[in-house]
């Protein structure tokens, strides 16, 4: 059973435009939420993480959109760049436990 | 500082035959966790582990081992390969097990 489903599959974006990835979560024990990026040939580097007592968190151009009641998270990165083009994850974990990914996110950013 | 290391990079094995891929986490982490990743997916969870003790295990069959040693390094140990044990396999690394996981580069198996 897929515990976190994100979409869309693939996102293609101009240059300085918004880039908006979401994520679906079931299993309400979750209370960490993380982003990753991941460029081709490299392991995933975490972005941004939330947890689920703040709706919103923003660090430089990424933000963390939290809606509890949806069991929903967004990530949004503004200004978007051509070196922002990689696969997105979302993640979700509870205390003690294994993270659980999203199926990814393939960004491409066009100059 | 050094981040999480792992080796080898790539690996090209037969049906059959058995692999151990290396971990070493970041200085002063403790916790260090395997995923397999399949060419298009995101990662799987396999092992966790936490001053050497197994702490969680993912749904994957006995072939897959893993172990800690004092230094905190890992090796995440496959038997009798099959062709679908084909991916990038992750190690993470974290203080206690807590929340924060960071991600070394990744060995690519290959299996033919």
């Known amino acids: 059973q897929q515990q976190v489903k994100q979409s869309p599959q693939s996102l293609i974006v101009q240059k300085g435009g918004i880039s908006i990835i979401n994520c679906a979560y079931e299993n309400t024990a979750f209370d960490y939420f993380p982003w990753y990026q991941q460029f081709p040939g490299k392991g995933p580097a975490l972005l941004i993480a939330i947890r689920p007592d703040v709706s919103e968190k923003k660090e430089g151009r990424f933000t963390i959109s939290f809606n509890k009641s949806a069991k929903q998270f967004s990530l949004h990165i503004m200004d978007s760049q051509p070196g922002d083009s990689a696969t997105y994850f979302c993640?979700?974990?509870?205390?003690?436990?294994?993270?659980?990914f999203g199926s990814g996110t393939q960004l491409t950013v066009l100059p | 500082d050094a981040g999480v290391t792992q080796s080898p990079t790539h690996l090209i094995k037969t049906r059959g035959q058995q692999v151990t891929l290396r971990c070493s986490p970041i200085?002063?982490?403790?916790?260090v966790s395997w995923y397999q990743q399949v060419l298009g997916q995101g990662p799987q969870f396999i092992f966790q582990y936490y001053e050497k003790e197994e702490r969680g295990r993912g749904n994957f069959p006995d072939r897959f081992s893993a172990r800690q040693f004092p230094n905190y390094s890992s090796e995440l140990n496959v038997n009798a390969l099959l062709l679908g044990d084909s991916a990038l396999y992750l190690c993470?690394?974290?203080?206690?097990?807590?929340?924060?996981?960071?991600f070394g580069p990744g060995t690519r198996l290959t299996v033919t």
């Open positions: 993640a979700a974990r509870s205390f003690g436990k294994q993270l659980t």
């Open positions: 993470a690394s974290s203080t206690d097990g807590s929340y924060e996981q960071y």
């Open positions: 200085s002063g982490h403790k916790s």
